[in-house]
Each structure stands twice: as C-alpha cells, then as structure tokens.
C-alpha cells in the first residue's frame, strides 16, 4: 500500500462569507521509498497539502491516509501519535531552539518518546553524523553555526525518532545555491537508505532530485 494517500481531499477555508476552495479534490499516491517533489506557485495550495500529509490538520471532505491509517478517524492525541511516529519535518527557517547546542536540538523529539539522557544523547551524535554535520559544531548553539549547517542540524533532529517519512517545506530556501544543492544530495542519500522524501517548493531546480512531481495550481493537482 502507499505510504501517503489522499482521495478527493478539498479544505475549504471560509472567510466571513468567502470560501476558498485551498485544495480541490486532490487525489495523490505516494509510494514508500519515493522521493517526491510537491511544485506550485504561492497560493497554489503547497502549505495547506503539506498540512495534510503532515497530520497538522484535516480535509474539509474526501480521505488522507498516513501508513495506511486513516486519519478522519483519529482525534488530535490520535494525529499527534501518528505524526510523531511517522513524519520528520524539515523547514525553511530551520526553527532551531537558539538557547541550545545542535546535540540538545537533536535530542528534543526524543524527550517526547522517553528515551534517557545517555540514550538521547549517544542517539543524537549518530544523526548529526548522518546528517554530515562536522562533530566539533555538536556543543555549538545555531547562531555560532553557518545556515547550512544549521540546516543539518535541523535534519539530524527530523531523523531523530527515525520517521519513514521526511516533509521538508522549502528546505534551500533560506540557503545559497551550493549549500542548497548539498542539503538536496543529503536528502538524496537519505532517500537511498530508505526514507521517503516529500519536498514542497516553488523552486524548479529542486526537481531534478526526485523521481516524482506532483504540480499543483488552483488548489488542483495539475500534473
Ligand atoms: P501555498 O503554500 O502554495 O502558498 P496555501 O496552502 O498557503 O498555498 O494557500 C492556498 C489558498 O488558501 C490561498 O488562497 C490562501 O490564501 C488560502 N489560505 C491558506 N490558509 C488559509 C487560512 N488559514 N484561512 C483562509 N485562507 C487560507
Ligand atoms: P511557511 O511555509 O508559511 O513559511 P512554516 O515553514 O513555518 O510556514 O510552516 C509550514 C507548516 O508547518 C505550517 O502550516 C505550520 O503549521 C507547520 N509547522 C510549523 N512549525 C511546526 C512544528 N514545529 N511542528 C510541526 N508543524 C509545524
């Protein structure tokens, strides 16, 4: 089964007596170990289809599977549960905690599955070196850090619970294009290994890293 599945899902905004169709029948199927580019101008409906893959809030109408749950069915400790297991977020403005090292930024999702402090920490060391981050930065707060290298830490923290599924939301976007380009070949060695990569853009040069693009306008899945 796909890992992601939407049927005829709209969100339909209201604004006093406006309603804003934000996604319109979007139907999408994502399959496990697929790295998928989610392309689409602003306002095209990006952020709102990111907020159903993400368990971050519920269609209007039509069907959102997550690891085959369907989460119409789920109430917000429900959603909560899934999205922790299951999704790993990436943004573009990194969202650090600036009073903390890389290693402690790390660590914050585990505190929320109970892991002990000798576990979190050990665990924690073995992301920032999967995310490549150069270990003297481990003790190191986000402003002593470049904002590639940052972006690292951001990702070690996203695999920290080792989530099959990682949803970035302009990862380069706050990034130079040769920074950006590494960050992509490390989503890219990521996605080899197994995890399955959900990156939602405005930005063409990010597609020629996925094996699939979803474009979307007007709320409707157009490609
Ligand atoms: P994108 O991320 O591609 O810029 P969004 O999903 O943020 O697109 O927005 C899609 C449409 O839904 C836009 O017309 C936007 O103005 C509208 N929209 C998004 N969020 C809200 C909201 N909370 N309330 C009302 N309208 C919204
Ligand atoms: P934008 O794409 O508009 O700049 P963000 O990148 O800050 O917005 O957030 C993208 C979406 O992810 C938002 O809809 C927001 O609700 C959600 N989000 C933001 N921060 C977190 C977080 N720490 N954990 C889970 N979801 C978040």
Not at 53 to 71: E, F, H
Not at 150 to 177: F, M, S, Y
Request: net charge neutral; glycine share 8%.
């Amino acid at each position: 089964h796909p890992i992601v599945e939407l049927q005829d899902v709209k969100r339909i905004y209201t604004l006093g007596t406006n309603r804003i169709y934000a996604l319109n029948g979007v139907s999408i199927s994502i399959e496990k170990g697929d790295f998928v580019t989610i392309m689409g101008s602003s306002g095209s409906g990006k952020s709102t289809l990111l907020n159903m893959i993400g368990c971050l809030d519920l269609p209007t109408s039509g069907k959102v599977k997550v690891n085959n749950v369907d989460l119409s069915r789920l109430d917000d400790d429900g959603l909560t549960a899934i999205r922790r297991n299951n999704i790993g977020f990436i943004f573009q403005q990194f969202n650090l905690i600036p009073t903390l090292t890389a290693i402690e930024n790390v660590e914050i999702p585990m505190i929320f599955n109970g892991a002990s402090p000798a576990k979190r920490r050990k665990k924690a060391i073995e992301m920032l070196k999967k995310a490549d981050l150069p270990l003297e930065f481990a003790e190191h707060k986000p402003n002593e850090m470049s904002g590639g290298q940052q972006q690292r830490v951001a990702i070690a923290r996203a695999l920290a619970n080792e989530p099959p599924i990682l949803l970035a939301d302009e990862p380069t976007g706050n990034l130079d294009t040769r920074t950006g380009q590494n960050i992509m070949k490390l989503l890219k060695e990521l996605n080899s290994s197994g995890t399955t990569v959900i990156v939602v853009t405005h930005d063409p040069k990010l597609e020629e890293y996925s094996h699939t693009t979803i474009r979307i306008q007007d709320g409707e899945v157009v490609e």
